[in-house]
């Protein structure tokens, strides 16, 4: 009998600070109407100054476990997929385990950036098929406005603060996580390109790191533009493939959420309609790896998407990484 597994619930949460594109007409030298056309970006949440990824997470998990109408001691394998850890060591999983009393879980980060659900999630998949975990957790979390240069025009736009969950179990039904494609290219890790260079043990934290703002993102927004379009609709070609499937079987179509004219330029490659296209940029702006549990969360909870419905994912991020998977609902 073939075992496959399934994402039985979902959950996501964002903070309730609302910092709108007039707010930061008034911090940096930008405009709403700048913003929205080059972005497709009204408004994102900020979490408060005392609160870690593992508080957002938590209480996307909590949403996620309410649904599933499971027990956190069920949870045997917790995922947390996040580039802002609360700290270095102990992971952010950790932290997550033990606020939810999911005392028989191992836990785990991982940090694949913007791509990071979709690597969960392919994890998730193969322990589950293979039999050595039952229930997994898959929790992405990030707070991209504490490593963010409120002073950089060019990039503090576009970043906000979000958690999504997902709980993973086996069936014997044929759905759930069809098909997985993970990628990377380390020739993507310039410093300047897309990434946050200090802290680690290639830059430990120094006053001249501090003085030289290496503790903050930085990117090249029109090189990463480039290859995001590319690279997205490669990763999602790919992973339809290996499902079995075109773009005519997509009931969904849930791209990274990184900027409206990347996803309006692989949805247009891709050949699919807008009306299956999901957008909540305007709402969040780029929330790393959270961007597509949220916005899956969204739609089920609006029903765009239901039982036996057709998901496609497709992300990219620092790395460079990119992912895509496909879900049967």
């Known amino acids: 009998m073939n075992r496959f597994s399934a994402i039985i619930s979902t959950g996501s949460y964002v903070p309730e ?8 007409e008034k911090m940096v030298d930008t405009s709403d109407e700048w913003i929205q056309r080059r972005t497709g970006i009204i408004e994102r949440r900020i979490a408060d100054e005392n609160m870690a990824s593992s508080d957002l997470g938590i209480q996307a998990s909590l949403k996620a476990i ?38 028989n879980a191992g836990a785990f980060d991982l940090s694949a950036t913007c ?21 997994v957790l898959v929790v992405a979390t990030d707070i991209l406005s504490k490593i963010t240069d409120w002073t950089d025009r060019t990039t503090c736009v576009l970043f906000g603060d979000a958690a999504g969950a997902a709980i993973i179990q086996p069936t014997t039904e044929e759905k759930g996580i069809l098909a997985s494609y993970l990628g990377a290219d380390g020739n993507g890790a310039e410093i300047d390109l897309l990434s946050l260079p200090a802290g680690g043990s290639r830059y430990p934290s120094s006053h001249e790191t501090v003085d030289k703002r290496m503790h ?53 490659r891709l050949g699919i309609a807008s009306e299956k296209v999901y957008v909540n940029v305007q709402k969040y702006g780029n929330t790393s790896a959270t961007t597509v549990i949220v916005a899956l969360d969204e739609a089920i909870r609006e029903g765009r998407v239901g039982p036996g419905d057709i998901v496609l994912f497709s992300t990219f991020g620092g790395g460079l990484t990119w992912g895509g998977t496909v879900i049967k609902l």
Do not use: W
Not at 17 to 24: A, H, Q
Not at 115 to 123: P, Q
């Open 17 to 24: 600070k609302v910092l709108t594109n007039f707010d930061l």
């Open 66 to 103: 309410k649904d599933a109408d499971i027990d956190p001691l069920e949870i045997d394998l917790i995922i947390a997929a996040t580039i802002t850890p609360d700290m270095v060591f102990p992971s952010t999983a950790c932290f997550i385990q033990r606020a939810l009393g999911a005392k």
């Open 115 to 135: 791509s990071g659900f979709c690597y969960g999630l392919a994890v998730a998949d193969g322990l589950v098929k293979s039999g050595i975990n039952k229930t």
């Open 216 to 268: 903050y993102i930085r990117m090249n927004g029109q090189e990463v533009f480039k290859l995001g379009v590319r690279i997205m609709y490669e990763a999602a070609k790919e992973v339809l493939r290996r499902a079995g499937l075109t773009i005519a079987d997509v009931d969904l179509f849930i791209p990274h959420q990184a900027n409206i004219r990347i996803m309006e330029a692989v949805s247009e």
